[in-house]
């Protein structure tokens, strides 16, 4: 809700504030969520990259909370081109915002990562969304967003991908790497649509935003101190990739 309410049409504030309000006068306590960066894990990279063979730019989309943070992230990763927020898991004509954020269309708030295998592994990416860029064993929720919308998902883009990404899932579960088992939903890439344009570096724009600085920054702190040797400075940028083509 923290970063959602300015966006939201006026009918839907003002259910919002009348389901505040009710819970205000009911008594209830409206928890607060701690930060996803807080929450990052050390963990062992996957014992086996079925991607590792894998030439020329590759893909991987991941869904995991707001696409912000998770944009945000693998634009700071060595060896990815392109990082896009957008939709996956459902349909074209749904594939826009204030339906996504209804939690009805099937879509998930996705990154769309670009990557020379070269430079990165499948694998590496695995560890860093894992580890770094959100909680995996969140069901439908991450930090104050909740909602399928927020699913932890993986939507694979061949065989090798799914067959690493399970392998990983499982070695990360037996191994008990986290207090809980992982949700990660682990489903074949049917579509992905970008996001509208003013969702696009959000993180990088808008670094002193209040959604921002709390639950997003710190995860970009987190990939620096953990991953040193895969962290760049400067991120890429979709807009600036835009404007030079």
């Not at 006068?25 to 991607?51: F, N, Y």
């Not at 694979?156 to 191994?175: M, S, W």
Request: proline share 6%.
């Amino acid at each position: 809700m923290t970063r959602r309410f300015s966006s939201f049409s006026p009918a839907r504030r003002a259910g919002v504030l009348a389901t505040i309000a009710a819970a205000l006068v009911a008594g209830g306590v409206l928890p607060i969520a701690t930060s996803a960066g807080e929450a990052a894990v050390k963990i062992a990279p996957p014992a086996v990259d079925t991607t590792a063979s894998a030439t020329g730019m590759q893909t991987a989309v991941f869904a995991g909370g707001c696409f912000w943070g998770i944009q945000g992230v693998f634009q700071r990763v060595h060896g990815v081109v392109q990082a896009v927020s957008g939709y996956s898991g459902g349909a074209k004509e749904t594939a826009v915002y204030e339906l996504v954020g209804s939690g009805l269309t099937g879509h998930a708030e996705a990154v769309k990562i670009t990557y020379d295998p070269k430079k990165v592994s499948y694998g590496t990416l695995l560890q860093i969304f894992f580890s770094v860029a959100h909680d995996p064993t969140q069901l439908n929720r991450q930090d104050p967003d909740s909602g399928p919308q927020y699913r932890s998902a993986i939507f694979y883009a061949d065989a090798a991908q799914k067959e690493t990404t399970e392998r990983y899932i499982a070695q990360l579960d037996a191994a008990r790497s986290y207090p809980k088992k992982i949700v990660t939903q682990v489903v074949p890439l049917a579509a992905f649509y970008p996001a509208e344009a003013y969702h696009q570096d959000y993180l990088t724009l808008h670094p002193t935003s209040g959604y921002i600085a709390r639950f997003d920054m710190p995860k970009i702190a987190n990939l620096k101190t953990m991953f040193p040797q895969q962290f760049r400075a400067e991120p890429a940028l979709v807009m600036a990739r835009a404007k030079s083509q």
